[in-house]
């Protein structure tokens, strides 16, 4: 038993076979509240086993989760140390439960569990009864049911403890039905009969008690009462059922009508034939098996294996618990190879058989097995005669729970359909390991521990791709390798396959394979070699969808970013939003999606192409478009109204339908830049599926609503890569005043990045077309941004002259945020001239204006530049106070490059007045930002702090 603090004497004992109590030597264990107590219960039935938070968070709650259940699950551990270990140190690990990981483990020795008692007596009994010793048998069933205290795990709330009362009482009723035949095999018919009415009237549709109850009546010389008992098993029938008992209770009756001889002698002989020969028909394991190490891991630790690793030891070992394993994962990502190398491994700790069964769920020109079938393959693989077998399935599974009953097999069932074709193929008892696959998560079975695969690590997929390809022309070309697994999305079938198609084509190098495989339409039909075929793989998982989600998949395969929301998915497929999320999650559950995140999904590398190649064979052109259309115009819609809460003032708005439903909209503008922010990578790509289908006008839209989301994020590459996609939309469209927006998006990104050159030519490009259509407020802004260009060229006198231009137009086209804008800037340039006190006057009327119109960050913007006037006219104090003030503009926007350009100010301030500690400290913050933003200006600060450095 368990030493527990190390004292003598002091053992640890645990029942559940009734109220859950706990004893450490004579002292009971007060348990705790009855959360607490649930959460002990399930340490105790997985003794010896790691438990995982979230498998105990399940098992306490199910679906009710509280706030912070992992909170609820340390609080409970920790009141059972106290109650076990009194005397441990706060920060002492745990001798009684121990942690591991993210999970605990109840250590405890097989005897110290009442429940492990049961079993080993239940697995003794029956081994008396092969061997024909029926009193041993009896004497071991009685030891075992006594057991039982009353209902397993009494008042222990949570799901879990619900589940496992009703399989306890399940197995209680199944060992005493075992009794009793022992008790008739032995004569002892009339001593059973009062305990069979008492069962059949608690459990009616318990068939085999009624069975036993007709024969002890029959034998006790009560043959009419033995048709009696027939009848009210019929009635129950049909009461609870509409049904008619099952053929085996029927044919009993007709037994008892005729006398057949064979009733009155015993069932079963004192002496049993040996069984039969244990059946091993594992499939060949997989040479060159390649990484899964975790997993294994994890399935290795949970089995109770003996000493020396042989469960053919001739000393008597514990009956270790049932164990079964889910694995599950997308089509060619290594399951059956997973599973088939777990069961070699295991095979001698299972003497009793190794089963292998394919339930045929996505196998080409085959329907899945039935759960009748699959009982009757692993009923003869077991060794029963056919005329043993019955007809009805749920007596097939009882048949197939009997058989396994006090055995210890190994079982994989492969390919498996979903949870309603494997429940009755597991048994019931202890002593077995089953190993399921499936391409979808099998989530309704109970006490089932799920393993999903996902594709190999980078170094593991190359290692394949080489033991595939048998030579050294991978090692060889290391680059080549390295893009060839990425092409394959280290999914192992397609490693494999482009492996072989390597090894058997020895005039190719791994650069010609690259290239075959560079051609995206060709890809799939690459990755084929004989009867083995990615593509293939991928269809029958797909075809095994309904019809309207395999049109949501295949319509996905358009989607050009790679992840996706369900709005974005439902604008897409053009379906309701709630249809559209039930379809994408059970995609997940068939691994046909991925799930990175709540909410956001993504293809596999080469599943999206599948989906796109299902989509062209299957979609019209005009049905694509049509999809591609109703994604766009999501996008611009929901682009817009982030944009709206990022640049409220702006002169441009999208065109909204009678109908904007499908629109996303935002709470305010963090929320606005964390929706674009997660949108990202895809806005590219958006930009350029536009042009590819002629839908120029969405095309230029989406970039141009993105202005402030890369102005604030100062996003220059993404700018400049969506902005150069757009213009050629806008030109197509012959929209002027769009190409006019666009090109000056170009030139702001060029100013922002030092290329003041390449910025002067979009603007005057911008500047004509704007005089051109006669937008005299683009003019302007124009204007003013090309001044700010020309003083970075040097050219002060053209940089004023432009500024002055700018704020004349605003002025007289009453454009206040213009006007504002227009004033700041050419603030600027008069303190580049030296007018400081014009520069000042300009500067505080601009101040004026964004305070009026409440825009925080353009008053942010003008707070630095007072600051960096009053620096050159000597008050440092007050730029002081206007940097601190600017600070705080620039954070309450979130304008980290403002931030740091303020720091920066805040540097050459402190360095102007000799206090260089803090000058250093403040330019280093401002790096920090500038290289986070991956900002030239960073190179800027790091020569600043590098002259401190020089000079002391």
């Not at 899945?368 to 007596?395: F, H, N, Q, S, Y």
Request: with cysteine; net charge negative; charged share 30%.
């Amino acid at each position: 038993m368990t030493a527990v603090d190390a004292a003598p004497g002091r053992e640890l004992a645990v029942k559940v076979l009734g109220p859950l109590r706990a004893f450490v030597g004579d002292r009971e264990i007060e348990l705790g509240p009855p959360l607490q107590r649930a959460l002990f219960a399930v340490l105790a039935l997985r003794n010896n086993h790691v438990v995982y938070r979230a498998e105990l968070i399940d098992a306490l709650w199910g679906e009710g989760l509280p706030n912070r259940p992992e909170g609820g699950v340390h609080t409970y551990v920790a009141g059972l140390r106290r109650a076990f270990e009194p005397g441990r140190g706060r920060r002492s690990p745990g001798r009684v439960i121990e942690s591991r990981g993210s999970g605990y483990l109840l250590r405890a020795t097989s005897d110290a569990i009442d429940l492990a008692c049961f079993e080993r007596n239940v697995e003794m009994a029956r081994a008396a009864v092969v061997s024909g010793d029926l009193p041993q048998a009896e004497r071991r069933y009685d030891e075992a049911l006594r057991l039982f205290d009353g209902v397993a795990l009494g008042g222990v709330p949570g799901p879990f403890a619900a589940t496992q009362r009703v399989r306890l009482a399940e197995v209680r009723l199944g060992v005493v039905e075992d009794r009793i035949d022992v008790v008739l095999a032995r004569g002892r018919h009339a001593t059973v009969i009062s305990d069979l009415r008492t069962m059949t009237r608690e459990h009616p549709l318990r068939e085999r008690a009624w069975s036993q109850l007709m024969l002890a009546l029959y034998r006790a010389g009560r043959q009419a009462d033995a048709l009696a008992a027939f009848d009210e098993a019929r009635q129950a029938c049909a009461r609870e059922l509409g049904l008619d008992p099952g053929p085996s209770l029927a044919e009993l009756r007709q037994r008892i009508i005729v006398a057949d001889p064979g009733l009155t002698v015993a069932v079963r002989a004192e002496t049993a034939a040996p069984p039969p020969a244990a059946r091993r028909d594992l499939p060949r394991d997989i040479e060159g098996f390649i990484g899964r190490d975790r997993e294994t891991g994890r399935v290795l630790s949970s089995i109770d294996r003996p000493a020396g690793g042989s469960g053919r030891s001739p000393a008597p070992r514990p009956v270790p618990p049932l164990r079964v394993f889910a694995i599950d994962g997308m089509a060619g990502v290594g399951k059956t190879t997973l599973a088939v190398r777990l069961a070699h491994r295991l095979a001698e700790d299972y003497p009793d058989g190794q089963l292998y069964l394919d339930l045929h769920a996505h196998t080409a020109g085959q329907e899945p097995l039935t759960a009748a079938a699959a009982l009757d393959k692993l009923l003869r693989a077991a060794g029963v005669p056919g005329e043993r077998i019955p007809a009805e399935a749920d007596e097939r599974a009882a048949t197939w729970r009997a058989e396994l009953a006090g055995r210890r097999m190994l079982l994989v069932l492969d390919n498996a359909a979903g949870t309603a074709q494997v429940r009755p193929l597991l048994p019931a008892s202890a002593g077995s390991l089953v190993l399921i696959t499936a391409r979808r998560r099998l989530p309704g079975l109970q006490d089932c521990e799920f393993l999903s695969l996902d594709v190999l690590p980078d170094a593991e997929a190359a290692t394949l791709f080489a033991i595939a390809a048998g030579d050294v022309r991978p090692a060889a070309e290391p680059e080549a390798t390295e893009a060839v697994v990425r092409i394959c999305g280290n999914l192992p079938l397609a490693v494999q396959i482009a492996g072989a198609r390597l090894r058997h084509r020895e005039a190719w190098s791994v650069a010609h394979l690259l290239d075959r495989l560079g051609d995206e339409d060709r890809r799939l039909a690459e990755l084929s070699v004989d009867d083995r075929s990615v593509a293939a793989a991928f269809s029958l998982s797909y075809r095994s969808q309904p019809p309207g989600r395999q049109r949501i998949f295949r319509l996905l395969g358009l989607f050009p970013g790679p992840e996706f929301t369900v709005r974005a998915a439902a604008a897409l497929a053009g379906v309701d939003a709630q249809d559209t999320d039930e379809a994408l999650e059970e995609l997940v559950d068939a691994h046909l999606l991925d799930q990175p995140g709540a909410g956001r999904y993504r293809f596999h590398d080469l599943l999206g192409v599948f989906a796109a190649r299902q989509c062209r064979a299957e979609e019209t052109e005009s049905a694509r478009r049509a999809a591609m259309e109703r994604l766009l115009d999501f996008y611009v819609l929901s682009i817009d109204n982030a944009e709206e809460l990022i640049r409220p003032h702006r002169l441009d708005r999208a065109e909204r339908p009678s109908d904007d439903s499908a629109a996303l909209r935002f709470g305010d503008r963090a929320a606005a830049l964390a929706w674009l922010e997660a949108e990202r990578a895809g806005f590219v790509p958006l930009v350029r599926v536009a042009g590819e289908y002629g839908l120029d006008h969405q095309g230029w839209r989406i970039a141009r609503y993105l202005w402030g989301f890369f102005e604030a994020k100062r996003l220059w590459a993404d700018w400049i890569a969506c902005y150069e996609l757009a213009l050629p939309c806008a030109r197509r469209a012959g929209d002027r005043l769009a190409e006019a927006r666009i090109l000056v998006g170009l030139g702001v990104c060029r100013h922002d990045l030092r290329e003041y050159a390449e910025a002067v030519g979009h603007y005057r490009d911008a500047l004509l077309l704007m005089r051109e259509i006669g937008f005299r407020s683009g003019e302007a802004g124009v204007l003013t941004n090309l001044g700010n260009s020309y003083r970075r060229l040097g050219d002060v006198v053209e940089s004023v002259a432009c500024q002055e231009q700018s704020l004349a137009i605003f002025r007289e086209s009453g454009d206040r945020a213009g006007t504002g804008i227009a004033l700041a800037n050419l603030g600027e340039r008069y303190r580049d001239a030296g007018r400081f006190e014009e520069s000042v006057a300009c500067q505080h009327q601009a101040l004026e204006i964004f305070q009026e119109l409440g825009s925080r960050g353009l008053e942010g913007s003008v707070l630095d530049n007072l600051a960096r006037t009053h620096q050159s006219m000597g008050r440092y104090d007050e730029a002081l106070r206007r940097c601190e003030e600017a600070l705080a503009a620039r954070r309450d926007t979130a304008d980290r490059y403002g931030e740091a350009e303020t720091l920066d100010c805040l540097g050459h301030i402190h360095q102007a007045v000799g206090r260089t500690v803090e000058a250093r400290r403040q330019w280093s913050r401002a790096l920090d930002l500038f290289e986070e933003l991956d900002a030239p200006a960073a190179a800027d600060v790091r020569a600043q702090l590098a002259g401190l450095a020089r000079n002391g």
